[in-house]
């Protein structure tokens, strides 16, 4: 029998409660944004920072056309909507960047002081509309940028996969429009960025109750980390979170003693500093991997750094090595990076995401580094035994480097499944296929009670 998705059980929304929510968040833009804007105005001391390379930023006046569409956009998006489920989330992200952004305006006004040049014709009325609500502060974080992100990905699933470049080419341009109409300096904009990361990794569009139709996906094995409990937190996790910790202060004050340049060390500051928190709470699920094996957009674009540096490592480690090996007929473990060559896989690598979904695929994220989670590694051997019995071709297990998280899953299903008789048996039989396994005494004892509870 075919799933019921929640579209087909909600009702339909009334233009009237639409229009409703869309006047009410109006109220909230208009009042708060001037009201930060006036509280600025009353002060004389407010700063403004810019770079000495900004003023070679050109004025373009026709940009303020792409700038203004983000006001259409962000109305339109009340009356795409689905269900209550769907605008209320979108409510909540709209209202979430609004408070954020008015507070950080009244805590830390800046100003923008660059005069602008004489417009006339439709860009001229424009930029008096422009200037009819909105004065030179309310800078860092650009609200633009934050709604271009919140409004960028409302629409993201709703075009069809050869109309998403030209909406992302749009965006960028209306991202670009507010250095460009000189409404913005260029520290606002990665600002905006995160502050849009921040509210899409809280608000995410991909739980169930509000998930796009073109977005739902219904996973061919078993469920994906979201359905697992979270893991408790041990010492190796605190461990490894100390680590990120100080990873993170290095970047911070490498950046600020540095400066210029060095200032995009901030970024992978920022997201060290999360990775730290993330071990710090034991929580895989900070990752946000769907069951497409993809991460969320604001987690791919916040912890980019993160990706790139683990990467480097996948590439290090798994230099001259085989990415993938078999250790039966049909169970080959190995790393994320061999996914496209498989039919099926059990993906149990938080970090990094699959370059492909496989037609047969299962995510149970698990942290690395640190002390298994039982049910976790529970749940990834019955999702192994499950797409085993569900199709004839080869499985693969994979983790970033296919040495441990991946290796532990194998072993709690050869014991689970009888084909070892014992962990010693297992693990001679894995290490044939993969040498290089890692697998701590006290890992060891976790895959025991994996395979017998």
């Known amino acids: 029998m075919r799933p019921v998705s929640c579209f087909e059980l909600a009702p339909k929304l009334s233009w009237r409660y639409r229009l409703l929510c869309l006047l009410g968040m109006g109220v909230v833009f208009y009042s708060t944004y001037g009201g930060a804007n006036y509280l600025a105005g009353m002060r004389s001391d407010v700063p403004e920072i810019f770079w000495a390379w900004e003023r070679h930023i050109p004025f373009w006046a026709w940009s303020i056309v792409p700038y203004w569409t983000l006001n259409l956009f962000y109305a339109a998006a009340f009356f795409c909507c689905n269900t209550r489920a769907q605008i209320h989330r979108l409510l909540q992200q709209l209202l979430l960047a609004q408070a954020i952004a008015v507070v950080c305006f009244i805590a830390y006004p800046l100003t923008f002081t660059w005069a602008k040049p004489l417009t006339d014709g439709l860009t001229g009325r424009l930029f008096s509309a422009l200037a009819g609500f909105d004065q030179p502060y309310n800078q860092a974080p650009s609200l633009h940028i934050i709604l271009t992100m919140v409004i960028g990905r409302f629409y993201w699933y709703r075009f069809r996969p050869w109309l998403r470049p030209l909406w992302l080419a749009w965006l960028v341009l ?110 895989p699920a900070w990752w946000q991997k769907q069951a497409t094996g993809k991460h969320t957009m604001a987690v791919s674009l916040f912890a980019l750094p993160l990706r790139l540096i683990c990467r480097l490592n996948m590439a290090y480690w798994l230099r001259g090595q085989a990415l993938s090996a078999p250790v039966t007929a049909r169970i080959h473990v190995g790393s994320v ?117």
């Open 174 to 283: 209306i991202a670009v429009s507010v250095l460009t109409t000189y409404q913005h300096h260029f520290i606002d904009i990665p600002t905006g960025m995160l502050v849009g990361c921040l509210i899409l990794w809280l608000l995410p569009w991909q739980s169930s109750q509000v998930a796009e139709r073109a977005s739902f996906r219904w996973p061919t094995a078993t469920s994906s980390m979201s359905t697992l409990p979270k893991p408790q937190r041990h010492h190796t996790h605190l461990r490894w979170s100390m680590l990120y910790a100080l990873a993170a202060l290095l970047c911070a004050v490498l950046a600020l003693s540095l400066q210029a340049a060095c200032y995009v060390l901030l970024w992978p500051a920022l997201a060290l500093a999360w990775l730290s928190l993330l071990y710090y709470h034991a929580d």
């Open 337 to 453: 990076l061999a996914s496209e060559n498989f039919q099926a896989v059990v993906d149990v690598c938080a970090e990094y995401p699959v370059a492909r979904t496989p037609p047969h695929y299962a995510a149970i994220p698990m942290l690395d580094m640190v002390m298994l989670d039982v049910t976790a590694v529970r749940t990834a051997a019955i999702a192994l035994e499950q797409l085993l019995q569900q199709q004839e071709q080869p499985v693969l297990v994979c983790c970033a480097l296919g040495y441990s998280r991946s290796v532990a899953v194998v072993l709690t299903y050869l014991l689970r499944s009888g084909q070892a008789n014992d962990l010693q048996a297992a693990l001679n039989m894995v290490q044939q296929a993969r040498p290089q396994m890692v697998v701590s005494t006290l890992n060891q004892q976790m895959i025991l009670k994996a395979a017998h509870e």
